[in-house]
C-alpha cells in the first residue's frame, strides 16, 4: 500500500489478536438480573436479537467470504457498523433507513423490515474474483479486467441458502421475487446511493468501485434501506493515486478492502468446493484489520477508537435498548 501506515494502530491490532479480544459473539451474554435476554439469531458477519418492537444487530469480528467463515479480525465488527452509521446518515435524504441508534461500537438498533429476497449489486468496473462477478461472467467480452465501464451498472442477485446466483430484471419478475414498483424503488435508490457513496470517496482519495445494497419494508410498507452501506464487507475500494498507472503496467489497482484476502484462499484452496480450509495467516489478519480501520478514519474523517473486545458490554448494551 502507498498511503501511510500508523504503527500504532497496527500495535493496538495485533495486541487484539494475539489476545484472542475479536468479538465472535459467542460470549455475548445476558444478566437475567439486568431484563430480558433476546435469543440469538446468527448470521454470517451479523447476529440479530429480536427486541419486539425493533431488532438488536451485533456486528461481529467474523469474516465471510465465498459464503462461508474465513477468519475472526480485530475491530471489523466496529469499523463496519460505525462505517454504516456513517453513510445512512448521509444517504438518509435518498431513501429512509432501518438504523434507529447505535448505542455500542458493535451494536445498532433497528426498525423492524421485512427484508427484499435480492441483493442490489452496483458496479462501476470490470473486476471481481467471484463466481457471481462480472469479470468471471463477461472476461471473454473484450473489455480488460479492472476497466472503468461506460456507465454503472446494477447486477441484482438472489439471497439463497446454498449459493446467491445472478439473476435478471426480468427473471426477478416471472419468478416472483418482487413486484416491478418495488424494483424500480429499490434500483433507482441503490443507483443514487451508489453515486453519493462514488462522490464522496473521490473527495477522499478513493475509487468505491462496486457494492451491493439491500432493502425492505417496515411496518408501515415503506421501503427502507437495510443492513449495511458501503463498507468494506460489502464494497470494493481501490487507491485513486494510482490507479492508472497500475493498470498501464498491468498490475492489480490498489485496495483497501477485504479484496487481498480473498485472493489469499483462492490461491492457498478452492474456497468453494474444500471442506476444510487453511487458516488465514496472522499478518494477512491483523493487515486487513489496519485497512478496515484506515479506511474508516478516511471515509469519515473521524479517528477511530478502539474498543476492547468485551462482550459484556455488547450485551448490556442490547438490555438497556429493549
Same mark, same amino acid.
Given at each position: 500500500?502507498? %498511503?501511510?501506515?500508523?504503527?500504532?494502530?497496527?500495535?493496538?491490532?495485533?495486541?487484539?489478536?494475539?489476545?484472542? #479480544?475479536?468479538?465472535?459473539?459467542?460470549?455475548? @451474554?445476558?444478566?437475567?438480573?439486568?431484563?430480558?435476554?433476546?435469543?440469538?439469531?446468527?448470521?454470517?458477519?451479523?447476529?440479530?436479537?429480536?427486541?419486539?418492537?425493533?431488532?438488536?444487530?451485533?456486528?461481529?469480528?467474523?469474516?465471510?467470504?465465498?459464503?462461508?467463515?474465513?477468519?475472526?479480525?480485530?475491530?471489523?465488527?466496529? @469499523?463496519?457498523? #460505525?462505517?454504516?452509521?456513517?453513510?445512512?446518515?448521509?444517504?438518509?435524504?435518498?431513501?429512509? !433507513?432501518?438504523?434507529?441508534?447505535?448505542?455500542?461500537?458493535? @451494536?445498532?438498533?433497528?426498525?423492524?423490515?421485512?427484508?427484499?429476497?435480492?441483493?442490489?449489486?452496483?458496479?462501476?468496473?470490470?473486476?471481481?474474483?467471484?463466481?457471481?462477478?462480472?469479470?468471471? !461472467?463477461?472476461?471473454?467480452?473484450?473489455?480488460?479486467? !479492472?476497466?472503468?465501464?461506460?456507465?454503472?451498472? #446494477?447486477?441484482?442477485?438472489?439471497?439463497?441458502?446454498?449459493?446467491?446466483?445472478?439473476?435478471?430484471?426480468?427473471?426477478?419478475?416471472?419468478?416472483?421475487?418482487?413486484?416491478?414498483?418495488?424494483?424500480?424503488?429499490?434500483?433507482?435508490?441503490?443507483?443514487?446511493?451508489?453515486?453519493?457513496?462514488? %462522490?464522496?470517496?473521490?473527495?477522499?482519495?478513493?475509487?468505491?468501485?462496486?457494492?451491493?445494497?439491500?432493502?425492505?419494508?417496515?411496518?408501515?410498507?415503506?421501503? !427502507? #434501506?437495510?443492513?449495511?452501506?458501503?463498507?468494506?464487507?460489502?464494497?470494493?475500494?481501490?487507491?485513486?493515486?494510482?490507479?492508472?498507472?497500475?493498470?498501464?503496467?498491468?498490475?492489480?489497482?490498489?485496495?483497501?478492502?477485504? %479484496?487481498?484476502?480473498?485472493?489469499?484462499?483462492?490461491?492457498?484452496?478452492?474456497?468453494?468446493?474444500? %471442506?476444510?480450509?487453511?487458516?488465514?495467516?496472522?499478518?494477512?489478519?491483523?493487515?486487513?484489520?489496519?485497512?478496515?480501520?484506515?479506511?474508516?478514519?478516511?471515509?469519515?474523517?473521524?479517528?477511530?477508537?478502539?474498543?476492547?473486545?468485551?462482550?459484556?458490554?455488547?450485551?448490556?448494551?442490547?438490555?438497556?435498548?429493549?
Amino acid at each position: 500500500m502507498t %498511503e501511510s501506515i500508523n504503527q500504532a494502530h497496527v500495535d493496538k491490532i495485533v495486541a487484539a489478536y494475539d489476545a484472542s #479480544l475479536q468479538i465472535t459473539g459467542d460470549n455475548v @451474554v445476558f444478566d437475567a438480573a439486568k431484563g430480558v435476554a433476546p435469543v440469538r439469531l446468527t448470521g454470517k458477519v451479523r447476529d440479530r436479537y429480536d427486541l419486539a418492537t425493533k431488532l438488536a444487530l451485533v456486528t461481529t469480528d467474523r469474516q465471510s467470504g465465498f459464503d462461508r467463515h474465513l477468519a475472526s479480525v480485530p475491530f471489523k465488527g466496529q @469499523v463496519l457498523n #460505525l462505517t454504516s452509521a456513517y453513510w445512512f446518515e448521509l444517504t438518509k435524504d435518498i431513501i429512509p !433507513n432501518h438504523l434507529l441508534s447505535v448505542p455500542h461500537p458493535n @451494536v445498532s438498533i433497528v426498525k423492524k423490515c421485512t427484508p427484499f429476497p435480492i441483493e442490489f449489486v452496483v458496479r462501476s468496473y470490470m473486476t471481481g474474483s467471484t463466481s457471481t462477478s462480472i469479470w468471471k !461472467n463477461y472476461q471473454d467480452g473484450g473489455m480488460k479486467k !479492472n476497466e472503468k465501464l461506460a456507465k454503472t451498472i #446494477l447486477t441484482p442477485t438472489t439471497k439463497e441458502e446454498e449459493h446467491d446466483r445472478p439473476i435478471s430484471e426480468a427473471e426477478i419478475m416471472s419468478e416472483g421475487w418482487m413486484k416491478q414498483e418495488d424494483f424500480d424503488v429499490c434500483a433507482k435508490a441503490a443507483l443514487t446511493v451508489f453515486a453519493k457513496g462514488q %462522490e464522496i470517496a473521490a473527495e477522499r482519495g478513493l475509487i468505491l468501485v462496486d457494492t451491493k445494497y439491500e432493502f425492505g419494508k417496515d411496518e408501515n410498507g415503506v421501503i !427502507n #434501506l437495510i443492513d449495511e452501506v458501503n463498507t468494506p464487507d460489502s464494497s470494493r475500494y481501490w487507491l485513486a493515486n494510482s490507479y492508472k498507472e497500475r493498470i498501464a503496467a498491468g498490475k492489480e489497482p490498489e485496495n483497501i478492502d477485504k %479484496e487481498f484476502l480473498r485472493l489469499w484462499f483462492r490461491d492457498n484452496c478452492d474456497p468453494y468446493k474444500d %471442506e476444510v480450509i487453511p487458516d488465514a495467516p496472522k499478518d494477512l489478519v491483523v493487515e486487513l484489520s489496519r485497512r478496515y480501520v484506515k479506511l474508516y478514519e478516511t471515509i469519515t474523517g473521524k479517528e477511530f477508537e478502539f474498543q476492547k473486545g468485551a462482550e459484556g458490554a455488547v450485551a448490556e448494551a442490547i438490555q438497556k435498548s429493549v
